[in-house]
């Protein structure tokens, strides 16, 4: 993602308190997005999955990460993998992803916030079962 995009991403968060994480009556798992994997999908781990949790989930959510430096995040939930994201899809759907059935915001929790344009994608990449 560029810079600006990146901007954009921390200014909508400032700009949408709700959007910002801390809000202690929304459950963390939202309903499933029931998102479908069109035939021309073009999103795979190295050009979309790679960036995104790089971008906004590994810095708690990270295998070599141990102790507080998870910030609370739950053991065996490491998105530095693509097996580590594989291995719990359908709770990363239910927290960060986008489709027609919900939009899905409850991760990340705080700092740099994706656009709803790239949680749908990440729903889309999802449904695709993931490519490589
Ligand atoms: C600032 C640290 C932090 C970041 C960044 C973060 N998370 Fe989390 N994550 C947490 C914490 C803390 C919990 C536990 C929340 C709870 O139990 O209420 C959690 C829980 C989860 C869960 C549920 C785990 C379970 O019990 O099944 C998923 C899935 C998840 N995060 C995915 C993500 C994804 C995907 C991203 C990136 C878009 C992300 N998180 C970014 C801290 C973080």
Same mark, same amino acid.
Request: net charge negative.
């Given at each position: 993602m560029g810079m600006a995009l990146k901007a954009l991403a921390a200014f909508a968060c400032l700009a949408t308190a709700?959007?910002?994480?801390? +809000?202690?009556?929304?459950?963390l798992f939202g309903p499933p997005t029931e998102s479908v994997c069109p035939s021309d999908s073009t999103l795979t781990y190295e050009n979309f999955g790679k960036e995104f949790m790089e971008t906004?989930?590994?810095?708690?959510?990270?295998?070599e990460l141990i102790g507080e430096a998870r910030q609370g995040a739950p053991s065996?939930?490491?998105? +530095?993998?693509l097996f580590g994201i594989k291995a719990v899809n359908e709770h990363i759907d239910f927290t960060t992803a986008a489709g027609p059935g919900a939009v899905n915001d409850?991760?990340?929790?705080?700092?740099a916030i994706p656009s709803d344009d790239e949680r749908y994608q990440l729903g889309e990449w999802i449904a695709c079962d993931m490519p490589e």
């Open positions: 709700a959007g910002c994480g801390g +809000d202690e009556e929304q459950p906004y989930c590994t810095r708690c959510h990270h295998s065996f939930h490491d998105f +530095d993998t409850t991760m990340p929790p705080d700092g």
